[in-house]
């Protein structure tokens, strides 16, 4: 055929991105923002005029929520390492299921947090927060205030804007987080009540036996980091979720700082924060131009630099502006426990009534405010205590509900704190103190019930003897003693 070609119809890759981008940016504007910034995700998906999504960023699997309902869904590609985005088709809750729940051969089988959301909402609209007491949380962070008046200091002597009373967590906006294991993120996925918009993440399992944080203050002068490190083991199933994950978001009790030693972390986090800027200038049409922005971090097992989500943003209408308002140090978090969302079906009555527990000892469902500790050497006292009295009921002739605990080789409740607890590994571990001083929740009456039992069989292995003083028959001896001393 004679004449010129014809024009293709389909626009090359990247400038179809960038119509994308545009449209986007029109539906979903990024502008100064405090609490999860969500419309961060979607540009640093779009590809820049290589072809390429935002360079050495790596963002685990992420589900943007809006109006209630699963809109999209972000990942890092295991082939080329670049950002990816699911068909809309496949943003289902089997899907998200499915995918969040699914384990890693590199990740520890005994991690059994799977995911966890974060959202933004009034402060009169937020959840109860966890208040403080043993194994509790609260909702203005104090680890947070901490950390923030260290940053604060540092950012005042390094010229970038501080935290002022208007922008800090004393607000009305509150950030709620809250961690799902496998079997509470099912039922957040089906029945759980959802945000208008939110931020559903899978969980990356921290370098280390403990869940580490990395937060990046960033400003093109300076890079200012603060790692925060949970106290609790990540393999410890005897603890909340939320205890041994939180750690910006938590108290001083549940964490604490640790420092950055060397310049290679420092240098590649502020490389990844400067890819997102640059890269999110270029997609926008440098419409969007950040000055400043609080970002969380986290580096996996296999030393990799995984960005999170960022809690504090602002803009400036042109390089090196001035933004309008500082940013947030300390914001306000509500970190939501597990036995809040863990049974809410949507028909019939709940199982569970929220923040009640099963005793292990007894069985009863009670109010965790009735909950206390004891140890497992007591709980281990108070079993072999029991034993003896029902064997001396056998052998006396009388019923006793209580006969089945002749066989059995350990005490039932730490069987059903512990899985793995077998009769050889008891007996092996039966006279080390770290193994004996262990803590276990039972309700208030079992808590005085076993501690009773402990005391009269310590009293029974270690009896008191009385001590008895023998009374001076006549002060004569006294009066030698003391001539012969020169008294």
Not at 57 to 74: E, F, G, H, M
Request: hydrophobic residues 35%.
């Amino acid at each position: 055929r004679s004449g010129p070609p014809r024009r293709s119809s389909v626009a090359p890759h990247h400038k179809r991105g960038a119509q994308l981008a545009s449209y986007e940016i029109e539906v979903n504007p990024l502008t100064d923002a405090d609490g999860v910034v969500e419309a961060l995700y979607p540009l640093l998906w779009h590809k820049n005029s290589n072809g390429r999504t935002c360079p050495g960023v790596y963002i685990p699997d992420t589900v943007l929520y809006k109006y209630r309902q699963a809109a999209s869904w972000y990942f890092t590609s295991a082939q080329d390492h670049q950002l990816k985005r699911k068909n809309r088709t496949n943003v289902i809750n089997a899907n998200i299921q499915a995918s969040f729940t699914k384990r890693s051969r590199k990740v520890s089988p005994d991690c059994n947090v799977s995911a966890y959301h974060i959202f933004n909402s009034d402060e009169f609209d937020a959840p109860p927060p966890v208040r403080g007491g043993a194994g509790a949380s609260s909702s203005t962070s104090s680890s947070s205030a901490a950390a923030a008046t260290a940053a604060t200091a540092n950012a005042a002597s390094a010229g970038l804007p501080s935290s002022s009373p208007a922008t800090t967590g004393a607000g009305g906006l509150a950030t709620t987080v809250e961690y799902f294991d496998k079997a509470s993120l099912g039922n957040f996925l089906l029945h759980g009540e959802k945000q208008s918009n939110g931020v559903l993440q899978k969980f990356v399992e921290s370098k280390g036996d403990y869940n580490t944080v990395i937060r990046a203050t960033w400003s093109p002068q300076v890079c200012l980091l603060e790692r925060r490190t949970n106290k609790t083991l990540m393999s410890d199933r005897r603890r909340e979720l939320y205890e041994k994950c939180v750690t910006f978001e938590g108290t001083e009790q549940f964490s604490e700082s640790a420092p950055i030693t060397g310049t290679i972390l420092a240098q590649q986090v502020q490389t990844v924060c400067n890819n997102i800027v640059e890269h999110i200038l270029e997609v926008s049409g440098r419409r969007y131009c950040i000055s400043r922005m609080v970002v969380n971090f986290k580096m996996d097992k296999e030393n990799r630099l995984w960005f999170l989500w960022c809690s504090s943003l602002r803009l400036t209408k042109e390089i090196g502006g001035k933004p309008k308002g500082p940013l947030n140090l300390d914001p306000n978090f509500v970190v939501k426990p597990k036995s809040k969302f863990l049974i809410q079906p949507k028909r019939g009555a709940p199982l569970l009534k929220p923040m009640w527990f099963v005793c292990p000892a007894c069985e009863d469902v009670v109010d965790v405010k009735f909950k206390c500790d004891i140890t497992y050497k007591t709980a281990i006292l108070h079993f072999s205590k029991r034993q003896r009295a029902v064997a001396a009921n056998v052998a006396a002739g009388i019923a006793d509900d209580d006969e089945y605990l002749l066989d059995e080789p350990l005490p039932p409740a730490l069987l059903k704190v512990d899985r793995r607890l077998t009769e050889e590994k008891f007996q092996s571990l039966r006279f080390d103190p770290t193994f004996l001083y262990r803590n276990l929740s039972v309700c208030e009456r079992c808590c005085l019930a076993h501690n009773e039992s402990a005391l009269s069989e310590l009293d029974r292995e270690n009896p008191a003897t009385p001590l008895t003083f023998a009374a001076p028959s006549s002060l004569s001896g006294f009066s030698a003693a003391a001539a012969a001393v020169g008294v």
